[in-house]
């Protein structure tokens, strides 16, 4: 019988993190978890509360209010891992710009990152675990036994939202699209608190110019000689 394991995906915004640890996690039979939508249910519930503007943020009502916030995940009839704010599902609410943008804002704050983080690691107990983001390899599970690095070129990865957002018939540049793109890996990157770094043990790939199936066959090739 294979070992379970836990899989750590990190990597930039818009690199198919999430289509990678997916698709994995179905092939497997394990858990998929996006900690990114943890950060975006955070984000949300500070702009639905009027913690967040464009321009300001309430930390300190944030960190009184953290508590309350309840997130979790549950499966779809289709078997799609959506996420949940206070019972409610916020899956597609999560998904826009400005809770994009708000996730990055909020994801710089320490009291925020250990509290998801102290989630995140209660969910990786049992292992069988895909999880996805910018600080599962190093911080969250430094000894997973399997860690991805995913990177891609801005102007590819801003190429690939702006296919993805015209088909969805949103109204932005190429140049806007590339220039938040551009702006999210700096505050990534440059955060105090657990800024993206890849982990000394993880294994890097960068998609630029490698197909979906490529990337599948070296990830499968990864994952099966860590299980067998
Ligand atoms: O992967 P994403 O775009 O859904 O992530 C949303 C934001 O949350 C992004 O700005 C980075 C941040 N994030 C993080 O700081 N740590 C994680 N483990 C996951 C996401």
């Known amino acids: ?15 198919g993190k999430s289509t990678m640890a997916k698709e ?4 497997s039979g394990y858990i998929y978890v996006d900690t990114g939508a943890m950060y975006r249910a955070v984000s949300l519930y ?4 009027g913690l967040m503007t464009d321009t300001d943020m309430d930390v300190h009502e944030l960190e009184k209010q953290m508590p309350n916030m309840h997130i979790s995940f549950q499966s779809s009839i289709e078997g799609k891992t959506e996420v949940y704010l206070n019972g409610e599902n916020v899956e597609s609410k999560i998904r826009t710009l400005a809770v994009a943008n708000g996730a990055s804002r909020v994801s710089t ?4 990152r250990r509290e ?3 989630q995140q690691q209660l969910m990786g107990l049992q292992k069988g675990i895909v999880m996805d983001g910018r600080d599962i390899g190093t911080v969250v599970f430094p000894n997973a036994e399997l860690k991805i690095f995913l990177t ?8 690939r939202r702006f296919a993805e957002m015209t088909e969805k018939g949103e109204n932005q540049s190429f140049e806007d699209v590339l220039a938040n793109v551009i702006e999210r890996d700096d505050r990534d990157v440059n955060r105090a608190e657990s800024p993206l770094r890849k982990a000394e043990d993880a294994i890097e790939i960068d998609n630029s110019t ?3 199936d490529e990337q599948r066959q070296i990830l499968k090739t990864l994952f099966d000689q860590k299980v067998l």
């Not at 019988?1 to 690199?15: H, P, Q, W």
């Not at 704050?109 to 925020?112: D, K, P, R, T």
């Not at 891609?152 to 190429?159: F, G, T, V």
């Open 1 to 15: 019988m294979s070992k379970k394991i836990v899989v750590a995906i990190d990597g930039f915004s818009s690199c």
């Open 24 to 27: 994995l996690a179905r092939t």
């Open 46 to 49: 500070c702009i639905e509360n």
């Open 116 to 118: 998801l983080v102290r």
């Open 109 to 112: 704050l320490g009291f925020v």
């Open 152 to 159: 891609a070129a801005p102007e590819i990865r801003a190429q």
């Open 210 to 212: 490698i197909t979906l």
